[in-house]
T-cell receptor, first 115, second 111 residues
């Protein structure tokens, strides 16, 4: 089992550009959540996808959007990049039916640097 | 969201126990107490969780106060590989199960 895989591992973008990050959940999981982690801080919840729909959203602007595919993989898109979007972006997967009482599995993250 | 309070950092000697406290005075009846840890340059890793009773697994033990307003993560014999940031999180079923991370406790293990 490969666990949660994210790509790319590192990325450098210019202010104003757009970026797409990708996540494949752990085998058997149907729910994907995205988190942003700034340097020295805890991860902050962006949104969660289940059954190809956004189910929950944290306090992030509309520049942050996502998608979930039929195979449960997911993409995070960020438009009009700002310097403050520089962070580690983490993907977590879980199984909706048991997620309250079981663990979420996190990927290694994508380090995004905006210059 | 219910919030948790943890010390910023703790130090321990190798092979000694580590007790990590967490206060969650506003916990609701449906909140599960979860602990995750994050090693340097890695994503968070699940450690343990519980609802009301104390829990043990191969990584750690979780002691939950009778009123559920606090809990303690216990690492029985700290190793250098346990050096990480430990997050105490309340996972609210009613709020959709998102994980709300605080600042966590940075654990330093001295050889």
């Amino acid at each position: 089992d490969a666990g949660v895989t994210q790509s790319p591992t590192h990325l450098i973008k210019t202010r104003g550009q757009q970026v797409t990050l990708r996540c494949s959940p752990k085998s058997g999981h149907d729910t994907v959540s995205w988190y942003q982690q700034a340097l020295g801080q805890g991860p902050q919840f962006i949104f969660q996808y289940y059954e190809e729909e956004e189910r929950q959203r944290g306090n992030f602007p509309d520049r942050f959007s996502g998608h979930q595919f039929p195979n449960y993989s997911s993409e995070l898109n960020v438009n009009a990049l700002l310097l403050g979007d520089s962070a580690l972006y983490l993907c977590a997967s879980s199984l909706k039916s048991t997620e309250s009482r079981t663990e979420a599995f996190f990927g290694q993250g994508t380090r995004l640097t905006v210059v | 969201d219910a919030k948790t309070t943890q010390p910023n950092s703790m130090e321990s000697n190798e092979e000694e126990p580590v007790h990590l406290p967490c206060n969650h005075s506003t916990i609701s009846g449906t909140d599960y107490i979860h602990w995750y840890r994050q090693l340097p340059s890695q994503g968070p890793e699940y450690v343990i969780h519980g609802l009301t009773s104390n829990v043990n697994n191969r990584m750690a033990s979780l002691a939950i106060a009778e009123d559920r307003k606090s809990s303690t993560l216990i690492l029985h014999r700290a190793t250098l590989r346990d050096a990480a940031v430990y997050y105490c999180i309340l996972r609210d079923v009613a709020a959709g199960n998102k994980l709300t991370f605080g600042g966590g406790t940075r654990v330093l293990v001295k050889p």
